[in-house]
């Protein structure tokens, strides 16, 4: 039986608000690491999660001796709505990293956890005509992993284009999803190696803008670490991005692409 339960913790985006939360239990079933510091957790909920692909819960995970960031926390959903499990995906810190993550990393099959309803809009328009522009800065590519995957699995087709900036060559995770649902990304790597081909450097408004020059009616979708967010968020409308084109997701807790 689902209770209503007060979370004392609010996202970034809705911190004038109150909610009380509705939780759910999930099992982990599985982990798979898709890069060498990036790890998606599986996990089978006791009914079927309503959720929109792009959005994100509270994950609450109990553990002994928790550190000051407890024992909660918000994840966006990698997987889609068309999945029968629901995942997030995480970059680790090693030694540096929070007492969840580390719980998180520890988990065996058959662990509980709690979640909460879904939230955030952060999610395809309804215009399915309407020109998209997806921004992801390192571990920012989860909502759009969720939603690139929904679209591949509802055979729904979108006029996207995919910018995706990683601190190494090793932080290019999701090429299967991507591939699956026909998307090609251009990838913007800051510290590359010799071999790289690439574009090189930071994602910057100059360097997006000057790679897909969206149109008027083009919404721009912006994730990952909140400093990065913020600044591009201010960059663009200094271009002369409309406030109204923009749709932000800032992740915090992760200072760097």
């Known amino acids: 039986m689902d209770l209503p339960v007060w979370s ?3 996202p970034t985006a809705s911190k004038s608000k109150l909610y009380y939360l509705v939780h759910m239990q999930v099992v982990f079933d599985h982990s798979e690491a898709v890069a060498s510091n990036i790890t998606t957790f599986y996990f089978k909920p006791e009914k079927p999660v309503d959720y929109t692909a ?7 995970l109990r553990h002994a001796n928790p550190d000051d960031r407890g024992i909660k926390r918000w994840f966006t959903i990698s997987s889609p709505p068309t999945s029968e499990l629901i995942s997030l995906t995480t970059k680790f810190a090693g030694k540096n990293g929070s ?8 988990l065996k099959p058959g662990a509980e956890l709690t979640i909460s309803d879904a939230m955030g809009d952060f999610v395809l328009p309804k215009l399915i005509q309407t020109p998209l522009l997806f921004v992801a800065g390192g571990i920012g590519i989860t909502p759009f992993h969720s939603i690139l995957s929904w679209l591949a699995d509802t055979d729904e087709e979108r006029p996207i284009k995919l910018l995706h900036g990683v601190h190494t060559e090793d932080e290019i995770i999701f090429q299967d999803t991507f591939d699956k649902a026909a998307q090609h990304a251009t990838i913007v790597v800051s510290e ?3 071999a790289w081909g690439g574009e090189r450097g930071r994602l910057t408004a100059e360097l997006i803008l000057g790679l897909e020059q969206p149109s008027e009616n083009t919404l721009i979708y912006v994730s990952g670490p ?7 968020q ?6 002369g991005i409309k406030k109204y084109q923009l749709v932000l997701d800032s992740f915090p807790n992760y200072t760097e692409v």
């Not at 792009?54 to 609450?60: D, H, I, K, L, M």
């Open 192 to 194: 590359p190696s010799a």
């Open 234 to 239: 201010k960059d663009l409308l200094k271009a």
């Open 99 to 106: 007492s969840f993550k580390k719980a998180l990393h520890k």
């Open 226 to 232: 909140e400093p990065m967010v913020e600044q591009l």
């Open 8 to 10: 004392p913790t609010i």
């Open 54 to 60: 792009g959005q994100f819960v509270e994950w609450t």
